[in-house]
């Protein structure tokens, strides 16, 4: 039996919302599919802890500070472990809600995969594919892991991870508002359904007008037109969006959760908006776009 000293890494990951995106999956490689179209990538996101312990039983545990199941991350942990003997603790510490359109499956796969690896002493390119992976086949996200490797602004020209997938980051200095307005919506069921993903694809038409370095405005701008063209939105999602953009933000539906994402143009209008949120009992956070894509250490 092989043994060694206890090994410990950490590593982050950024969220990210989507403004808009179109599917690809025609790719033969699944390296290379995943999505196009754009997003912003979020300051907050999950912190991973990874602890080895060389030799003895092979056993993989995955936890969270939160009571939910984590498939994602897990196989994560498992495929990278691999057929080495011994113990791999990974602890998720997540900074977003799940379930609500803020990439923490992404993120946490993410920041598994980069934590584990230096554990274990792996190669970052590796991890980076075996956690695009894993949240594609486990209904996590299209392209997530992809748009969370740098910051700001993203725009992915091409699906798929680098080298197969080309990803352009832009930095951006503006805040903005997101807040939750209903329970989680698991995204599995929707990137299964056929007709859902039909409404998105057509829905996405027009993205590339963006452009490759796009500013914080055009990108909430391209997000509220493709959330109205999907119409993904429960009740209480529209409502809200509409009350923000009568009281002078740009605003859409972070895909796929009951949650907003809101940019006032004025300083005035902030102030209102905030009032009236408050007042509406609904919980809002301001955000800032993370600067750089995931870290380790």
Known sequence: MV??????????AP???????????QIRDPRGRGSVGAGVVLELGVLATARYCP???????VTADRPVPLPISADVARRLLGDRAGGLDVRL??????GQGFGTSASGSLATALAVASVLGGSRTKAIATAHLADLFGGGGLGGVAAILGGGIEVRRRPGIPPFGTIVHTPVASSFLVGIVGPPIPSAGILADPRALAR???AAEGWERIGRHPTLGELFSMGERFTERAGLGPTPVRAVLRGLRRRGATAFQPMFGQSFAALPRSTLDRARIVEWLARSGVPTVELNASPTGPRTG
Do not use: D
């Open 3 to 12: 043994s060694g000293p206890v090994r410990v890494a950490s590593a982050f």
């Open 15 to 25: 969220g990210h919302i989507t403004g808009a995106f179109r599917p690809v999956s």
């Open 55 to 61: 030799g003895g039983r092979r056993k993989v545990t």
């Open 93 to 98: 510490r997540h900074q977003l809600p799940i």
């Open 200 to 202: 998105i694809t057509r």
